[in-house]
């Protein structure tokens, strides 16, 4: 996908686009959002089946599908609701491998807890 | 100048004929008295082919306004109609629609808003729509209500305003009341309101768009000064387009209807119908020697501020008629006197001018009630007393 450019953020009030009407389509994904985030999803690769129930769930498109497989989560953009963790339908058989806890494939652990 | 046809209609259905003039792509409209009248007749051209117009008949106003910003966004010319209750539940979407800058025109046929239930004329509906960002034209007869409408469309489209206009005309009074109104052929109308093509349109698929997008606060502010600065700097291109309808119909569409004010001691300043029951009044009082005059606005927002002060400032008293109240404001006053008084005092000119509140869900006001206030004005400006400042007109006391 194309670099998108971040709308400008310094123009003055004469030369906004009426309306607020946005022409540069897609230019989203340059607005990082992933600061928003105070629990961060992580996920066991080991032990995810791809079943993909998080990519279609996740609302801001934060799961990155590579060849048709779960690659990574997009945290300049994973607003860190919750949300995939919540529908992983995969309870785990060994601890995460990440929180070293039992339960799902996707857990949420507190941002800044390394 | 191209000739009228006559016919006996009542105001609703006058904006009904506009309406099928005007041919828009989409009208989404709900019924309420005593608006039901014109998406009535109009949705009856659309059974008929008459029009090719997608009528949308939607569950709620709220739902009205919603389809016809989406409409007008994907690009096209859109229009509905309301009054009273549908009005104040489009409350949201009348500043969405505004915000993103959609030239739809909404035709409001007057009405007292509850509670106590009522559903009869007053302006409290649309003077609480004031402040939401749209045109408003007040109608003083179903003719002006019908050439209103037509000048709504080309004046909102207008590249340098692109934005919504509300046109009002008194429930009942006018939009019930049948009168002679003339119709512009249907030729004329189509030439003169043009064909829209819109600067951005959601269906323009080669040329993408978001709109209605989230805007921080970052420019939130920037687009509101200058929506702001819109509305406020299109008073030039209403008077032009007002002009060139004024030539092709040869009917007066001045921002201003201005009768006896060249040398008027005393003036009233009214919106809509009572206009004309004031006009006669001042007839006979000048018969009788009584410099008096009125003034009737035909454009609320934006506020003609310049154009109202010149037309008063020499008389010696004024009185403002609101057919609503702003409660709480200063005195229990009304709308059209907060702004014109703020006009006078921004303007630097002092004269004496009261308010007078009348005619509140439905309430006649006769000609011998103008004629009261006329003679509250003649002592006022004998005496340089100003006395009560809201005054009211046919309230039992």
Avoid at chain 1, 33 to 40: A, K, S, Y
Avoid at chain 2, 131 to 138: E, K, M, P, S, T
Wanted: aromatic content about 8%; overall charge negative; proline content about 5%.
């Amino acid at each position: 996908m194309a670099e998108k450019q971040a709308p400008r953020l310094d123009l003055p009030w004469r030369d906004a686009r009426p309306g607020g009407v946005v022409v540069e389509t897609g230019n989203s994904e340059t607005y990082i959002t992933g600061t928003w985030r105070t629990m961060r999803p992580v996920r066991d690769m080991d032990q995810c089946t791809q079943c993909l129930i998080c990519w279609i769930m996740c609302p801001d498109s934060a799961i990155t599908v590579e060849d048709g497989k779960v690659a990574a989560f997009d945290y300049a953009h994973c607003k860190g609701c919750g949300i995939c963790a919540e529908q992983c339908p995969v309870n785990i058989k060994q601890p995460h491998s990440v929180t070293g806890n039992l339960g799902k494939v996707i857990q949420m652990v507190p941002e800044g807890d390394e | 100048m191209v000739t009228s046809k006559y016919m006996p209609l009542d105001g609703a259905n006058a904006v009904s004929q506009a309406m099928r003039q005007i041919n828009p792509n989409v009208v989404a409209a709900y019924p309420i008295t005593p608006q039901t009248a014109v998406v009535q007749n109009f949705s009856e051209y659309v059974a008929d082919g008459i029009v090719d117009t997608e009528f949308v008949p939607v569950e709620s106003e709220h739902a009205a306004m919603s389809a016809c910003i989406g409409a007008s966004a994907a690009g096209a010319r859109v229009m509905t109609a309301t009054a009273a209750n549908g009005l104040a539940l489009m409350w949201e979407m009348l500043y969405i629609a505004a915000g993103m800058r959609l030239p739809i025109v909404l035709t409001v046929v007057n009405r007292a808003l509850s509670s106590p239930l009522n559903i009869h004329c007053d302006h409290s509906d649309s003077m609480g729509a004031r402040d939401a960002g749209w045109l408003h034209f007040y109608a003083e007869t179903g003719q002006e209500a019908y050439d209103n409408t037509i000048k709504a469309i080309k004046i909102a489209e207008h590249a340098d305003v692109l934005l919504p206009v509300m046109s009002c005309q008194d429930g009942f009074i006018t939009g019930h009341g049948v009168e002679r109104v003339g119709l512009l052929p249907d030729e004329a109308v189509k030439e003169f309101v043009g064909g829209y093509d819109p600067k951005y349109a959601l269906l323009d698929t080669d040329h993408p768009v978001t709109m209605g997008a989230w805007d921080f606060t970052d420019y939130y502010f920037e687009h509101k000064r200058q929506q702001s600065e819109v509305l406020n700097s299109c008073l030039p291109i209403v008077e032009a387009v007002s002009k060139e309808y004024e030539q092709l119909s040869g009917r007066d569409q001045a921002i201003l209807d201005c009768y006896g004010m060249d040398d008027a001691d005393v003036a009233i300043v009214v919106l809509s119908s009572q206009a004309g029951t004031t006009r006669s009044v001042v007839r006979e009082l000048r018969a009788k020697g009584v410099k008096a005059g009125v003034v009737k606005p035909r454009l609320f927002r934006p506020f003609p501020a310049t154009q109202l002060v010149d037309a008063i400032k020499n008389c010696k008293a004024v009185a403002v008629m609101d057919r609503a109240i702003s409660f709480g404001a200063m005195g229990g006053c009304g709308p059209l006197f907060l702004d014109l008084t703020s006009a006078l005092f921004n303007l630097g000119v002092q004269l004496p001018v009261v308010n007078y509140i009348y005619g509140l869900g439905g309430r006649d006001t006769m000609p011998s009630d103008i004629a009261s206030a006329f003679a509250d004005l003649q002592e006022i400006a004998a005496t340089g007393t100003r006395g009560e400042l809201v005054r009211y007109l046919g309230l039992r006391d």
